[in-house]
């Protein structure tokens, strides 16, 4: 058995317990991943903090604050044939899960997880890199239901192989193809979120200098390695020299960045000679410097892209931003429909003219959206399926399962549904069941009474059967 298969293995043992399923136990494992990410900085420690674990503590803290909540049956609107019964939808872990991206919602909602951590290269996600690996350990009470695997593509390739219950991958699209014709093979579920070329449109008639300043900062925010950064600029031709003179004038990292301790670097030499080898058709307006033993590139512009040059035809994860031009908004319209995320710096009275499919649309500000918990977090096509963030992480890895519980009484309701069947028994049937119960305050203490029912099911183990009673 390889040590793929035994992590995975060790895992399902460990979710049989059910050991993972108690809320007080997932809230001390989620407790415990605070102090896990104050300890992990890997760059200067207000940069740290601003943009890696800044954003994770509040997820750890969200989850805590409101995971008995999350965790609690929901009442759903009931017909008239089960106005007496108790319907709820009752959230359930999954099961194993694979994870390469968040842990934090894996936590929340009760699943055992094995953990991949890239060795040969680091994934986008700043929480996972090689630190998990010494403090993973000495986090959880129970290890076992917690596994991380080190390796690179020898490593995921076994573990794809094995039977999860749900695949979670933060990455790219290349990758993401990849796991998902994997999973496909065992029926289980992904999520994927894979970024993209994420258009950002200027209007002419907007304060450039405010919109240039925000898109240099999203841009080049971690060297441009971040999933929701502006991937190219769309403006008129018009103002596309003053589009570049603004970003210029935006030097968060002074007129040196490669001396400057908040300005990153590419993540390894094989990322930056891709991302040198995307310049080589385009004009560089701005930036360029380079230095290939430091995997240094300074913030660049690109001017006069073509949409069939190299930079365009995959998301640049750098710091590299070109600039398209076309003749309006309708141009762009048409243009940004081929992408998948969207950022918009215009007046607000041209937002419903946006006829656009994206995962995400912001006016006027860049990565923002990021920081709401609130907002489902996902792509649409190329950039992936699925949202997670707050809440929608804990969704996105529990089974909603649906759960009615009669009594047995009222049979003569029933009768409806038995043979013999006769018109006027599909007359009774169809006013029971298509109707919607709203019955005002009789309604209200039917649902008060079933209310107690609920809350005398939730004191039971979860098992995979009808109550009777």
Known sequence: MSREQQAVAQARKAFETGRSKSLDYRIFQLQNLTGFSRRNKRRSEVGTQLYETLG????????????????????????LLTIADTVYIRPEPLGVVLIIGPLIGAIAAGNSFALLVFVLFINRVAQLNLYVCIIIPFLFLFKELYTVVTGGVAETQELLRQ?????????????????????????????????????????????????CRRIAWGKYT?????CIAPDYILCETSIQDRVIAEIKKAEFYTDNPQTCPDYGRIINQRHYKRIMALLDDSTVAMGGQNEEADRYLAPTVLRDVKPEAKVMQEEIFGPVLPIITVSGLDEAIKFINKGENLWLFTSSHQMTRFG???????????LVHYSVSALPFGGVGNSGMGSYHGKFTFDQLSHQRSCLIKKLKMEGVNTMRY???????????????????????????????????????????????CFIN
């Not at 656009?356 to 860049?366: E, R, V, W």
């Open 56 to 79: 994770l503590e509040g997820e750890v803290n969200l989850a805590i604050k409101n995971l008995k909540s999350w965790a609690a049956p929901r009442p759903v609107e009931k017909n």
């Open 163 to 211: 039977r999860f219950d749900h695949i979670f991958y933060t990455g790219n699209s290349m990758v993401g193809k990849i796991i998902m014709e994997a999973a496909a093979k065992h029926l289980t579920p992904v999520t994927l979120e894979l970024g993209g070329k994420s258009p950002c449109y200027i209007d002419k008639n907007c304060d450039i200098t405010i919109a």
């Open 222 to 226: 971690n060297c441009g390695q971040t």
């Open 356 to 366: 656009t499919s994206s995962g995400a649309i912001l006016a006027n500000d860049c």
């Open 419 to 465: 043979p013999p069947h006769t018109p006027t028994k599909l007359s009774r049937a169809r006013f029971f069941i298509l109707k919607c119960a709203n019955l005002g305050w009789i309604g209200l203490s039917i649902q008060i009474n079933n209310n107690c029912h609920m809350k005398q099911l939730l004191s039971f183990p979860t098992v995979e059967c």
